[in-house]
């Protein structure tokens, strides 16, 4: 995939014009604030999908049901008064504009997930940095404004891929949400810091926001959404997040969901066990699990906290990626 262009430089008078959000600076005083974010693309585009042959009408109708879910997270956010980030693929923009707009205009912020989601396992350094260009240069076509967020698609920054920490400092992104500290069949960086960090590649470093987990004894447990979200008892996950936030030395807690877990009706993927169970069950009451945990927590978009975090960054903790 070529380059036709390259990314606009980030200019100072856009970034200070940039709206600041914090929402509800009253709620859970004390308490680490959270992020909220989701990484807009259709369910079709799942890890668990590679490789099936799926019929292009089903294809599009995950496109329209990806739209209708996202606009429903919007409203339950406008309703709770809440500014998000949203990881947005690069062909999302593409092919659904207005998406993106509606997003941002809203007032949240417009971060990268990559151009088609594909994991970083499978590309080269090289086209990496096309595939992060091309999604960073279609985003910023529609907002106007710099993206300085990325998530790799399946958290697929790992210790094989560290040269993409180089990749994404270089042009210019600001923070990075792409390491899970945990261990996993498809990711993960066990011994990672668990709270927002500076993760160094070979040459650059860029500020970290890991998705929340919880430390039970010497096992690190993922809470931050996701499957984890759908799958865990809704009380225990809500307290488990609450336990970190006050655990964590006021750093952020980043949570993480996708629009499709909120859409029980859609047509389901012929998936093999255990996959099927991964990516369903729980499915049918996200949208109250997701009413009941935004209600009452303090939110910030993750541009936001980065910000105000970069201002000390000699008080966050460093660590190599590269080594």
């Known amino acids: 995939m070529s380059l036709k262009h390259s990314v606009r430089p980030i200019s100072a008078a856009s970034d200070q014009a940039r709206p600041h959000y914090i929402a509800h600076p009253s709620k859970q005083k004390g308490a680490a604030p959270f992020i909220v974010s989701f990484d807009v693309e259709e369910h079709d585009r799942i890890e668990a999908a590679a490789g099936l042959d799926l019929d292009s ?10 739209t209708a879910s996202t606009e429903w997270i919007l409203e339950e956010l406008e309703r709770q008064e809440i500014r998000a980030t949203f990881f947005i693929l690069g062909t999302v923009a593409r092919s659904n504009p207005h998406l993106v707009r509606a997003v941002h205009r809203a007032g949240h912020e417009v971060a990268s997930h990559g151009w088609d989601h594909q994991r970083l396992h499978r590309m080269t350094p090289e086209t990496f940095q096309d595939d ?39 042009c210019g992104l600001r923070y990075d949400s792409s390491i899970y500290p945990i261990h996993h069949d498809r990711y993960g960086v066990p011994g990672a810091p668990r709270t927002p960090f500076l993760v160094r590649g070979e040459r650059h470093e860029i500020l970290e926001f890991p998705p929340a987990t919880l430390q039970i004894g010497r096992l690190t447990v993922p809470i931050g959404g996701g499957g984890y979200f759908r799958l865990l008892p809704g009380a225990w996950m809500r307290r488990a997040i609450d336990q970190a936030s006050f655990s964590n030395q006021n750093q952020a807690i980043m949570l993480y969901f996708h629009p499709w877990e909120f859409d029980p009706d859609q ?20 949208r109250s699990r997701m009413a009941a945990l935004l209600s009452g927590r303090r939110f910030g978009r993750a541009i936001d906290i980065a910000d105000a975090m970069l201002t000390r960054r000699n008080a966050l903790a460093s660590y190599s990626l590269a080594d």
């Open 132 to 170: 992060l260009r091309l999604s960073l240069d279609a985003l910023q076509d529609i907002t106007g404004e710099p993206v300085l967020g990325y998530r790799a698609p399946t958290f697929s920054v790992v210790r094989k891929t560290a040269w993409a920490i180089d990749i994404l400092a270089s």
């Open 267 to 286: 047509p389901r993927l012929p998936l093999r066990q255990p996959n099927r169970l991964r990516t369903y069950m729980g499915i049918a009451r996200s």
């Open 57 to 66: 009408n089903l294809r599009g109708q995950y496109s329209q049901r990806m």
